[in-house]
């Protein structure tokens, strides 16, 4: 092992745990804080990703309209499309799907408290009919992403050629870290948060409104899925059967991290990542360093069933 | 009933109402999952072809991870059988087709629907597949329902079945060609192969035609790796290239793969002139999907090409896009999807009848089509196709520019230097027509 595979080892175990909590992140909020089963996550993901398709590709309005109108029986055509870039995409992304996040949890969600597996049932539900609904209005073809030319191309670092869309997945997930501990612990509603995690009834009872909690962290959360596919169609693609692709990995780094802590998430997904990173350097065999990565994780469960940061009862920390 | 729900907060459940809840749900979702194939058939028509009809089978996934690359071949029978109708239909008779959707469900959605088709359908003849895995999968079907198959796409031959029309390319149609003009002057004079496809009997038995071939030329392959369906990140062995430094990228990648891997090919700078990469699996519907800054320059074998300057091919695109958008794309399974239609066509008229017997009886009278990529030939032999072999070079506007193409070659479905001693002749032997040679194994991967 020389030092450049050293080095390429290195860059790409933070490549890949950047991902990976970048996909848990949103998930690892609403099934480990709010205990909610969301099996529609991978859902926030693709429509992450159709928004960034939809605003930098002037392809897509047209064929979505074209595709409104089919449903109508009509023949409507237009030429208009969004052209913006990917730096324009993200924060959108934000908002829509999180707005997206919000109609989920005030229409279905927020009727299935303390139900998971009627949760988990219906969730998936939901990412069906999503799925379907996207195939309706952009087809079954997969949608390229551009990007702009600041993240293109590759540094030479000690050697290693990173590109540097790698790096700005590993900055962006930073930063997503970042708005996620401002947000718990230094924002009003972090605070309530915490409350009503901690103590519902008696955070109810000094006046905190749980049901405004309960909405606004899942669109928070939801937000962050849609960052999330944002980037991910650009390094992979947009489609729309992307969802399952990553709602397995979300969950997996978010069990092992343990629930009730996105921190635990981090933890897992750095470790997970790592050892994706190694094994698939010594044995260049993806097939191999998934089932090895895979069986560490089930003998790290087995050991300690309650993830890596295992939540104590009855404080949030 | 009592009711034995907590009261606690939200999230605390006894261990009876999860196991109780656990119970319901795994039983609702088994019965479903064992009785859909039931309900959601509908009310398709019995007996075989009514009178003034005639019933073929479509058989392609239009959801699933294969719906981008089936629903186009289901677009194009749709086409083929609409202008047939149009000119008057089969034996006076107009087709109509029955679409099944197997929801990329290579294992049991595609033998399933296969039999619905065959069995409760009664259809004459039945278009469809796409991966080996689903071909494979329904063989046995068709075979013992003595159904017909015409199946549209390039293949890594070992099969010669009597129930199926392959009218895409065989292993010496397109993967043969592609590595000779590569260690060719034309193609480079390339001679360290890099191996890199997806995992399943395809590129398996691709890349054991191709080291074969390469050792019959005293040459070793660089590596033969592989990557497993839907695999997404391909830094890892972006860096195992530039450690290997081969001369060119055989790349029997499938799907939605292929875009990280083109664009982690762009980003380690590796450029088509420094590495080509030789693609069997990305054409024109494809590229679509893929950045045309991240692909310059690189190669894909076919034995058609949208770009291919003929008045005829013009019209059939011209034809596509008025029918289905101007952004869509033809590509070489699309273009044999269409001829496998009118292969059919023209082996029922010649038979008088649509029985699969009597259609394979008029396989012997040398049909011929005038394809949109050129006229082709139905080889009665092996039930293949002789195909035109093209190399393509990809351009800015997600086409290909052709740089090479052959007269029409003959299939061999078992090529020598990988399968001694096979062969396949129906016609000399009715009942019997593939000849076999000595045992080959496919080996997994030794790396």
Not at chain 1, 95 to 114: C, P
Not at chain 2, 149 to 164: A, I, M, R, T
Request: glycine fraction near 8%.
């Amino acid at each position: 092992m020389n030092a450049l595979e050293l080095s390429e080892i290195l860059f790409n175990a933070l490549s890949f745990s950047s991902i990976l909590i970048l996909t848990a992140l949103g998930l690892a909020i609403t099934f480990g804080v709010m205990r909610v089963i969301n099996m529609a996550h991978g859902e926030m993901l693709m429509l992450g990703a159709y928004t960034a398709y939809v605003l930098e590709n002037p392809q897509a309005l047209p064929v979505m309209v074209r595709n409104f109108g089919k449903l109508f029986g009509a023949q409507w055509q237009t030429e208009f499309g969004f052209h913006l870039n990917l730096f324009v995409a993200i924060p959108t992304a934000f908002l829509f799907v999180g707005f997206v996040g919000y109609l989920l949890e005030v229409g279905l969600i927020r009727f299935l408290y303390g139900r998971p597996l009627d949760t988990l049932l219906a969730t998936w539900g939901v990412s069906l009919i999503i799925q379907q609904i996207v195939l309706l209005f952009f087809e079954a073809d997969l949608k390229a992403l551009h990007l702009p030319e600041v993240v293109d191309g590759n540094w030479e670092v000690v050697g290693v050629a990173i590109p540097k869309l790698r790096m700005f997945v590993v900055a962006v997930a930073a930063l997503c870290l970042f708005a996620v501990y401002l947000w718990f612990f230094r924002t009003n509603l972090g605070l309530q948060i915490r409350a009503v995690v901690q103590n519902r009834p008696m955070a109810s009872a000094l006046g905190i409104s749980t049901r405004r909690v309960d909405s606004l962290t899942f669109a928070f959360a939801s937000g962050l899925a849609g960052v999330a596919g944002c980037i991910f169609g650009h390094l992979f693609t947009a489609k729309y059967n992307m969802g399952p692709d990553y709602v397995v990995e979300a969950f997996m780094t978010v069990i092992t991290g343990g629930m009730g802590s996105p921190f635990g998430s981090v933890a897992s997904g750095l470790m997970i990542g790592t050892g994706e990173s190694v094994v698939e350097k010594i044995l260049v065999n993806a097939t191999m360093s998934k089932m090895l990565v895979l069986l560490l994780v089930i003998a790290f469960i087995l050991i300690r069933p309650s993830g890596i940061f295992a939540p104590k009862e009855r404080s949030y920390d | 009933m009592k009711n034995t729900r907590s009261e606690t907060t939200p999230g605390k459940m006894t261990r009876r109402d999860l196991l109780r809840k656990a119970g319901k749900a795994g039983i609702t979702l088994a019965a479903a999952q064992a009785l859909s194939p039931f309900i959601l058939s509908g009310c398709g028509s019995k007996s075989g072809s009514d009178s003034g009809e005639i019933k073929v089978g479509i058989l392609h996934s239009l959801t699933g991870t294969m719906a981008i690359s089936e629903s186009s071949l289901k677009d194009v029978e749709m086409m083929a059988i609409e202008e047939i109708n149009k000119a008057g239909g089969v034996l006076g008779k107009q087709i109509k087709p029955i679409i099944e959707d197997p929801a990329s469900d290579f294992t049991v959605g595609f033998p399933e629907k296969a039999k619905k088709l065959l069995l409760k359908d009664e259809v004459a003849a039945v278009f469809g597949c796409w991966t080996s895995v689903s071909r494979k999968n329904v063989l046995p079907v068709f075979e013992e329902n003595n159904g017909l198959l015409f199946y549209p796409v390039q293949y890594e031959g070992n099969e010669c079945s009597k129930n199926v029309v392959y009218t895409g390319a065989a292993p010496n149609q397109q993967i043969l060609p592609a590595v000779e003009w590569l260690l060719g002057k034309e193609g480079g004079s390339k001679k360290k192969f890099y191996l890199l496809g997806t995992d399943y009997v395809f590129p398996r038995t691709a890349n054991l035609i191709i080291v074969k071939y390469l050792a019959s030329k005293g040459l070793n392959v660089v590596a033969e790796k592989y990557t497993p369906f839907g695999h997404k990140d391909y830094a890892t062995y972006i860096q195992d290239i530039k450690k290997e430094e081969p001369d060119v990228i055989f790349s029997t990648i499938n799907g939605d793969s292929n875009v990280n891997f083109y664009n982690e090919l762009a980003s380690a700078g590796i450029t088509a002139d420094k590495i080509p990469v030789v693609a069997v699996s990305v054409g024109e519907d494809e590229l679509r999907g893929l950045d045309p800054s991240k692909v310059k320059g690189h190669l894909a074998a076919w034995n058609y090409f949208q770009s291919i300057d003929t008045p005829k091919n013009k019209e059939f695109i011209k034809k596509f896009q008025d029918k289905y958008g101007k952004d869509r794309v033809t590509d070489d399974p699309i273009e044999a999807a269409y001829m496998g239609v009118y292969f059919w066509k023209m082996a029922v008229e010649k038979a008088g009848d649509i029985g699969v017997d009597k259609v394979r009886e008029a396989f012997k009278s040398n049909i011929a089509f005038d394809a949109p990529g050129g006229k082709v030939k139905l080889d009665p032999k092996t039930q293949h196709t002789y195909k035109r072999f093209y190399m393509g070079k990809t351009r800015d506007d997600k086409q290909f520019d052709v740089v090479f193409k052959t007269d029409l070659i003959e299939p061999v479905p078992y090529p020598e230097v990988a399968f001694p001693g096979w062969s396949c002749d129906w016609v000399k032997n009715p009942n019997n027509g593939v000849t076999k040679g000595k045992e080959v194994k496919v080996l997994p991967d030794k790396n």
